[in-house]
């Protein structure tokens, strides 16, 4: 019998670890957290400092009791939840409930940041106690998370409407980009030109220069009249090489991923969400199958913001490089990087457990997706230890003395890879284009001080400045990790909850607010400006790592915190915009009954409503007049905007009354004013000039040209511009395995009469489908291999699919 009790959160995770420890030790799963804060009131004493109450989740009882059960039978227990805070947090809770208030000498806290029989052994050869400050982190950011959701959230539900939530960190994130649209918007552009030269020399190809500059002046072409005055001076001059400068400039190699970079490139180069990318590390961290080999941690601990790599790691990694691509490829001495100074060291990078499990010897064994992962991660953590690329860059001044009497210079700049180094291995994608990738696509004729050029054309261009761009999933992990907002490990979430509020939406891969999280931003920058600013969110996470290193008492921090949160929530009670009771006048004048119009903010967002509505019918009660039309215009920038477009008239074919515009559940659309006498209902596709195509920058997989973004009849979908030739339609994934097939992806698909529902990718070949949206987790009750995610009136909860099962708990959705 075994003498010896595991714990780990996941089954996968516990079958990998099982192998390695042999016969005297049971490994079971905790599923995740085992105790948290109910959700039915606040569960915080305030008034006793910050006392948190916490009860085993609904639905985990079973579980417990069979935890304790087997906890009761073994010599030793082993906590091995994964080594962070939240990891820590399921320790401790898993400690309280298995042991009671004994003082719990069996009880034992393993670490380890890879999954492999080393790294397991030595953990358990070296079994700690839980660390309390890891805790106390943990609940900090728990209880600060909860003060504000509970707090803050129904002021928005009273505001504006039901189901609104802040965060302390997701509102900062929304704020960003709100932020940012609003620069895009009052962006305007301004003019400038360049000049271009072509350049025969004495040998092949033209060289092409660009104007910089009137001898040691830089100039700025601002117009066209400029620039063909510019033109006009050099047009007939002579064209002299007047310098050539070669240099040698060599780039290094990239550091091996840390969680931030790994979300930012499998953004860039596999088009995964920040979601998607942590579900998929979770697996190979876990452990995947590899035939004879059994179950294998594939990739290290993916929590991370170190770039430390063991010394074991090193040496195979430098042996590996030396046999695969040659001594020339392997620096004389292991390419160390410095990580951030507030990096946590204890773990390492995201690095392959194993570089000898080269990607092609694992394709066989794993899924397509985390196979693509595996691939980025290995070449990643390989080319880090190469040598630099070593580059050849020519700069070429030429001169031409104009009409006036000055030199102009123009110049050209080009690079030649003379050694690949890492770039044989991986090259880092870029968010966009810069001076690096213009220098090695010119290509430079070799000429000579002196030698004089012929001038073939001589070309001015127009250009514009552009906004600064709307931020991508990669681009904003990027910005909060920049400004010390949140942690890696917690961007996955914001990312999704700003989604599933409606507080933004994403276009062609970009976020653009809504105007229901522009509304929500505004209203909670009225009241709560300093507790949703960037710096105050920042030094709030400093705060949590001084607590987890034991510098900063959580208490202390808390009281701070919750002295000026107060001071904000009863100036929020008293001061905060009621949007939802907030009638704003217009100019314009009711067609039913000629009353004036207001705008009004309505359950699908602001509308133009007749002030006739607030006057009731001194007999049946009803309103006198309830005439609404669409508004155009967001609220927040109804200031200075134009109504007179509303006025624009459209009739019901069935009773001539004038049709106005609704927002519904698949957006908007025509209905009657004679309602409820007249239900007559038309699509705007039917009364208005088809919506154009709106090109993404996305190839189709099918035939690689552009994909672009449609209206349909149930909203915005993205397909293939060479529709009917190709008829690819990009599917909306949810980053969830098909729980029958288990190699297909479950997407979200629409009904005939629109409603949605889940299926698998691979239809018709697997024919799984379900209403509720699936979760990858298993049923504690039946074993099912799926849950199903559902929203009732309580709210949102976790249900068994299998009609015989009553498992059901609820789900909290987490405000970061």
């Not at 005055?229 to 007047?242: A, G, H, I, N, P």
């Not at 880092?428 to 010119?442: A, L, P, R, T, V």
């Not at 990669?474 to 914001?494: C, F, H, Q």
């Not at 035939?703 to 990009?730: M, T």
């Amino acid at each position: 019998m075994a003498r010896n009790l595991v714990i780990v959160e996941s089954p996968a995770k516990a079958k990998t670890i099982g192998k390695y420890l042999g016969k005297n030790y049971v490994v079971k799963a905790s599923l995740g957290h085992v105790k948290d804060l109910p959700k039915k009131d606040l569960a915080v004493d305030v008034e006793h400092g910050f006392e948190p109450r916490y009860e085993v989740i609904e639905g985990k009882k079973k579980l417990i009791q069979e935890l304790k059960a087997a906890a009761k039978s073994a010599d030793f227990v082993y906590l091995a939840a994964d080594p962070d805070r939240e990891g820590e947090a399921i320790c401790y809770h898993l400690q309280e409930e298995l042991q009671g208030k004994k003082d719990g000498t069996h009880v034992f806290r393993v670490m380890f940041n890879e999954i492999t029989k080393t790294a397991i052994q030595k953990a358990f050869d070296n079994p700690l106690k839980v660390n309390i400050h890891l805790v106390e982190a943990q609940q900090t950011r728990r209880i600060l998370d909860r003060l504000v959701g509970y707090k803050i959230s129904p002021l928005l539900w009273d505001k504006v409407r039901r189901g609104l939530s802040a965060g302390r960190v997701q509102t900062v994130a929304l704020r960003l980009i709100v932020e940012r649209e609003r620069e895009i918007r009052a962006f305007v552009k301004r003019e400038y030109w360049s000049i271009d030269t072509s350049l025969n020399a004495k040998k092949a190809p033209v060289l092409t220069a660009r104007f910089t500059r009137r001898d040691d002046e830089s100039i700025e072409i601002p117009d066209q009249a400029s620039a063909d005055r510019l033109v006009e001076q050099v047009r007939d001059s002579t064209f002299t090489v007047k310098s050539v400068a070669n240099r040698e400039k060599r780039r290094n190699p990239v550091p091996p991923f840390i969680t931030s970079t790994l979300q930012q490139e499998a953004a860039r180069k596999l088009r995964f969400s920040v979601k998607r990318t942590m579900m998929l590390a979770q697996r190979l961290y876990e452990g995947v199958e590899l035939g004879e080999e059994g179950s294998v941690g594939l990739i290290t601990y993916m929590r991370t913001d170190s770039t430390r790599v063991s010394g074991e790691a090193l040496a195979e990694v430098r042996e590996l490089v030396r046999e695969r691509f040659g001594p020339q490829y392997l620096p004389d001495t292991p390419n160390v990087y410095k990580s951030k100074k507030d990096a946590q060291d204890a773990h390492e990078a995201i690095r392959p457990t194993s570089s000898l499990h080269t990607p092609e010897s694992v394709e066989q064994y794993v899924a397509e997706d985390e196979m693509k992962l595996y691939r980025l991660i290995w070449m990643r953590f390989v080319a880090s230890q190469i040598t630099p690329a070593v580059f050849d860059q020519t700069t070429i001044d030429v001169t031409a003395p104009g009409k006036d009497g000055a030199n102009y210079i123009f110049r050209a700049t080009g690079s030649v890879q003379k050694f690949d180094g890492f770039l044989r291995v991986y090259e880092e994608g870029k968010d966009q284009k810069d001076e690096e990738d213009e220098e090695i696509k010119h290509k430079l004729p070799a000429v000579v001080e002196g030698e004089v050029l012929k001038l073939k054309s001589i070309e001015p261009e127009q250009h514009f400045t552009e906004p600064p761009p709307r931020f991508t999933e990669a681009t904003l992990v990027k910005e909060l990790e920049a400004d010390g907002v949140g942690r890696p490990s917690t961007y996955a979430n914001i990312l999704s909850t700003i989604q599933d509020r409606e507080y933004v939406k994403k276009e062609g891969g970009k976020f653009i607010p809504t105007e229901l999280g522009m509304v929500v931003t505004d209203l909670l920058l009225e009241c709560f400006a300093d507790l949703f600013e960037v710096s105050y969110t920042a030094r709030m996470e400093e705060a949590l790592d001084e607590i987890e290193e034991g510098k900063l008492d959580w208490r202390e921090a808390m009281a701070e915190f919750y002295q000026r949160f107060e001071r904000d929530l009863e100036d929020a009670g008293r001061n905060m915009t009621d949007i939802k009771r907030m009638e704003r006048p217009t100019d314009l004048l009711c067609d039913k009954c000629g009353r004036p119009m207001v705008i009004r903010w309505g359950k699908h967002g602001s509308f133009i409503a007749c002030t006739g509505y607030n006057e009731k019918d001194p007999v049946t009660g009803d309103p006198l007049c309830t005439s609404t039309r669409e508004l155009t215009v967001d609220l927040p920038d109804i200031e200075g905007a134009d109504l007179t477009e509303q006025d624009a008239e459209e009739y019901c074919e069935n009773c001539g009354r004038p049709m106005v515009l609704k927002k519904g559940r698949f957006g908007t659309f025509y209905a009657c004013s004679g309602y409820p006498d007249c239900k007559t209902t038309k699509r705007i596709g039917d009364t208005e000039q088809k919506q154009a195509d709106k090109p993404l920058d996305e190839k189709c997989p099918q035939c690689d040209s552009q994909l672009v973004l449609k209206q349909g009849r149930f909203g915005e979908f993205i397909a293939c511009s060479n529709y009917p030739k190709c008829k690819y339609v990009k599917q909306k994934t949810i980053g969830v395995k098909c729980p029958d097939c288990s190699e297909g992806e479950i997407v979200e698909r629409r009904s005939k009469r629109g409603k949605t529902f889940y299926g698998c990718n691979r239809y018709p070949d697997c024919d799984f489908v379900a209403w509720g949206k699936p979760m990858p987790e298993k049923c504690p009750d039946c074993g099912s291999s799926y849950l199903i995610e559902k929203w009732l009136k309580a709210g949102a909860v976790a249900q068994c699919p299998n009609k015989e099962c009553k498992f059901k708990r609820p789900l909290e959705v987490a405000v970061a």
